[in-house]
């Protein structure tokens, strides 16, 4: 492994402007992501307590294909269900026991639905698929994909316990003024309290832009359809959130300690009169949007498009070998470090090949605004020493609990 060092990243306050964005807990992007890391985790628990270890499985191609709905004000009619699909290549038999994925799926799915949006009856206009390529092939061993004992599972996965891709995971210092602040106006706008007074849902989205001290802020709020009978209700619980946010928005940028001016603050602004957002569920799955895995928010909770990014996409990839998800994580782990340790901030890429061992990648890049020498190295060494025991990690985290935990990253 080679870790080389330059000097040119900049932290996002430093820069003449920023601009982040936040897809709420709701969105089916976001909605995508909890359902395959949820069932991953769900299943590598149940393979381990049964067996003792965690097969060769990938999830991270979970797509929600929204209903088809007629909404209203005061309510809406769904013609054609939301249809969830696992695909992915799953060990699906281990020994003579059949391992229940769709049992799982559909456990995961409700769970992962029900909590999230708050409302059961959603429930009742679902409908669930799995297409499993799980099959063999040449550059592993039979046994990796069709064990036929826990311990062949063993064996195997001791052989295997390298990088499983070839990629390029990347991860940054600190968020932003602009990334925290879209990052907390979610969290305010999708607690259940809040949602509980004003009749809105959870699929919102915030994108903050900041020029020099000017914040612009854009945020879309879904409101249930049943608790707005008229356009007049709407604009009015639409005002008062607005009014709300205006109080709180002050109190954070305050908080923050940053040289800021005050914020604008817009709210759905696609509203023209009698025409509102408004989301069966409290979330446009309802009403004919989708979700795939990928499309959400960064590892970190937040979409930065002016800080580096892999492609990869972490939600649902086995925790035990998949690079994409582990990198990402060790990735903002190490720049997280730098920052803690020596106050330098850095943009940090790790780069793998296919094949190499899990805990010493091809290189490691770091970007940093001040120099970070031999300490520096040291840090990005002892983190990426983890990486064969990182899932530990991910198997103890709750993908909810996770995605709500990053508003205090």
Not at 11 to 28: N, S, T, W
Not at 323 to 339: E, M, N, P
Not at 381 to 408: C, K, Q
Request: hydrophobic share 40%; with cysteine; glycine share 10%.
């Amino acid at each position: 492994m080679r870790v080389l060092t330059s000097l040119g990243a900049v932290h996002p306050d430093q820069m003449p402007f920023d601009v982040a964005e936040r897809k709420g807990i709701g969105h089916p992007d976001s909605l995508a992501d909890l359902v395959a890391d949820s069932f991953s985790r769900r299943y590598a628990h149940l393979c381990r307590e049964q067996f003792g270890v965690v097969p060769n499985h990938w999830v991270d191609k979970v797509n929600l294909v929204g209903a088809a709905a007629d909404v209203r004000f005061g309510g809406y009619d769904i013609r054609k269900p939301i249809d969830g699909y696992l695909f992915g290549k799953l060990t699906e038999h281990l020994g003579g026991t059949r391992l229940p994925l769709a049992d799982l799926f559909g456990e995961v799915t409700r769970s992962v639905l029900v909590e999230v949006l708050g409302d059961e009856t959603v429930l009742d206009h679902l409908r669930l698929h799995i297409n499993n390529t799980a099959g063999t092939a040449v550059d592993h061993d039979e046994q990796f994909y069709q064990p036929r004992t826990a311990a062949a599972v063993r064996e195997v996965l001791a052989d295997e316990s390298v990088a499983n891709d070839t990629v390029l995971c990347a991860g940054s210092g600190p968020r932003g003024a602009a990334a925290e602040t879209a990052v907390w106006l979610e969290s305010l706008l999708t607690r259940r309290d809040f949602r509980s007074r004003f009749g809105t849902g959870t699929d919102v989205k915030v994108m903050v832009v900041r020029s020099g001290a000017e914040l612009d802020v854009t945020a879309a709020v879904p409101f249930l359809p049943g608790a707005v009978s008229t356009w007049t209700q709407y604009r009015d619980r639409l005002d008062a959130v607005q009014d709300e946010l205006g109080n709180e928005v002050k109190q954070f940028l305050d908080s923050l300690s940053l040289p800021l001016g005050e914020a604008r603050l817009h709210l759905n602004t696609k509203d023209i009169p009698g025409r509102g957002y408004l989301a069966p569920f409290g979330t446009s799955l309802g009403k004919g949007d989708c979700g795939a895995v990928g499309r959400g928010n960064r590892y970190n909770g937040v979409i930065e498009p002016l800080r580096p990014a892999s492609g990869e996409a972490p939600a649902g990839k086995n925790p035990v070998h998949h690079v994409g998800k582990i990198y990402t994580a060790i990735a903002g782990d190490i720049a997280g470090r730098l920052f803690a340790q020596l106050g330098v901030y850095a943009d940090v890429v790790v780069a793998a090949r296919n094949g190499g061992r899990l805990d010493e990648p091809a290189y490691v890049l770091l970007r940093s605004d001040l120099p970070v020498g031999a300490a520096g190295e040291a840090i990005a060494r002892e983190a990426l020493g983890t990486a064969p025991s990182y899932h530990e990690r991910f198997l103890g985290e709750d993908p909810i609990a996770r995605f709500r935990d990053r508003a205090s990253s």
